[in-house]
């Protein structure tokens, strides 16, 4: 028998429902990041069980948690076997910033009309980057390890850093950050964090200063295209889809 959940402010069983989760950022489960699902999950207004990334395995903890029953992955969900990661294809990158204003943890640098790298020890592989690009010139990378939860401490941390900077933008232009969120500004994009790792565009070797990235051999199998077409428009109706009702 599960163990009787224990006492807590609203707030801290919201942080404790989000040390559970991920932090991939991914939005599938209907909501803008990991916290605010943690959020809908406190208030009663979300089930446990639509969170891909983390799949049976944080369903089963948000369960103890809870003192809920084990459920499957929501019907409407569809399961995420594999890590991923992204690569942006050199050749066909036009700097239009679409991808690094769509990434929630800063996993993407670049300036506009140059080429953009990918951080890809910062990278959760939410592809949330791919509906944006123009030139479908992002591929998804498969890694052998698993998400860990060092990863999603760093994911986390990396989007809340992403939150304060735009909070901070907004406040000292609000004009320029609506723009930005819009899709239609350029404001803080280039250079990312400190300590951000990139490649050098002509060499693909490290940047002055940095290290080498997780991924960097051209050789690694990419997803297949009829993948990388069904998944892209999985995303896509994700996005226009409205967020789930709360059940009775």
């Keep these: 028998m ?23 950022q991914c939005r599938r489960c209907g909501y ?70 769509a990434c929630p943890v800063d996993a993407i640098v670049g300036a506009p009309r140059f080429q953009h790298q990918v951080l890809t020890d910062r990278c959760t592989g939410c592809e949330l980057c791919l509906p944006p690009c123009p030139t479908d010139c992002i591929s998804l990378v498969p890694l052998a390890s698993p998400w860990q939860a060092s990863d999603a401490r760093h994911g986390r941390q990396h989007h809340q850093r992403r939150d304060q900077r735009l909070k901070a933008s907004h406040a000292a232009n609000p004009r320029s950050a609506e723009d930005v969120s819009a899709g239609n500004g350029t ?9 951000a790792q990139a490649e050098s565009p002509t060499t693909g070797q490290p940047a002055p200063g940095t290290t080498a990235p997780l991924l960097r051999d051209p050789n690694v199998a990419l997803v297949d295209t009829d993948e990388k077409a069904r998944r892209l428009a999985a995303i896509r109706a994700r996005i226009r889809m409205p967020r789930p009702r709360p059940t009775a």
């Design 187 to 195: 404001a803080d994009i280039t250079t990312g964090h400190a300590g």
């Design 2 to 24: 599960a163990p009787s959940l224990q006492p807590m402010t609203a707030v801290a069983l919201v942080d404790a429902i989000d040390r559970l989760l991920p932090q991939t």
């Design 32 to 101: 803008d990041d990991c916290h605010a699902y943690a959020g809908a999950i406190a208030r009663g207004e979300a089930a446990i069980d639509r969170c891909p990334p983390g799949a049976d395995a944080t369903i089963q903890a948000l369960a103890r948690l809870l003192d809920q029953p084990v459920v499957p992955l929501a019907a409407d969900l569809e399961p995420m076997p594999v890590r991923h990661v992204v690569r942006i294809d050199p050749l066909h990158c036009i700097g239009c910033t679409k991808c690094i204003l």
